[in-house]
């Protein structure tokens, strides 16, 4: 568990891959216990630990999360999350050669009982835009990033899908993923304002180095 920032009004943390959010049907150790018992440990804290849930990254996803260690912050960290004031940059290996740059508009719609998202014309409006960092003829794959306008629940993965640039190692979106072929999408960049201070913040990690990230020999 890498800690990236911490005062008394927020947390920013590495989210290690396949570490769910928050407690889910599997109840394998989730990263909000993880750090609540951090929190509790570290200050000698009695009873029950504050620490709110500001955004999510699905299961598989790693990255760059910011959680707020009082309620007054949690309110206004949501605010901005609900106004789109949040800077969410993630990197992500997607099978064939994509164009220069692009943007991707669609309607999303989730699924709960399947926990599956769909392009659907009743869905909501899904917007993301994209840049080429480079492309591996080799294996036929481009390394992309990110920047997500809209926040929908796994709309980068349903997004390039959609357009058969099927994410690496999705089990859930990509049928040509080989089984316990780890998903290619990490959060590598988060920006916003210090709820108190008002500041903006940015925080910023490498790339993971392990395969296929390391085909991309990339700073």
């Not at 719609?109 to 591996?136: A, E, F, M, P, R």
Request: net charge positive; hydrophobic share 35%.
């Amino acid at each position: 568990m890498k800690i990236l920032y911490e005062d008394n009004h927020l947390l920013v943390v590495v989210k290690e891959p396949n570490i769910p959010v928050c407690e889910d049907d599997s109840h394998d150790l989730d990263l909000l216990t993880m750090l609540k018992k951090y929190l509790k440990e570290k200050y000698h804290k009695p009873g029950n630990v504050y620490l709110g849930l500001i955004h999510r990254l699905d299961r598989p996803v790693g990255g760059i999360m910011v959680f707020a260690k009082t309620s007054k912050s949690a309110s206004r960290l949501s605010e901005q999350v609900r106004n789109n004031e949040f800077q969410k940059e993630y990197h992500a290996i997607v099978m064939g050669k994509v164009e220069e740059k692009g943007v991707y508009e669609d309607k999303l719609l989730k699924n709960k009982k399947t926990n599956t998202t769909l392009v659907d014309k009743n869905g909501k409006l899904s917007v993301l835009n994209y840049q080429l960092v480079k492309y591996n003829k080799e294996n036929n794959l481009s390394l992309v990033r990110i920047n997500l306008k809209t926040g929908r629940s796994h709309q980068i993965r349903v997004q390039f899908a959609h357009r058969q640039h099927y994410l690496y190692g999705d089990q859930r979106y990509n049928p040509y993923a080989k089984p316990k072929e780890q998903i290619a999408l990490c959060a590598t960049s988060l920006s916003f304002n210090h709820p108190i201070t008002k500041e903006k913040i940015n925080f910023k990690i490498p790339l993971p180095n392990s395969y296929p990230w390391n085909i991309f020999k990339v700073e």
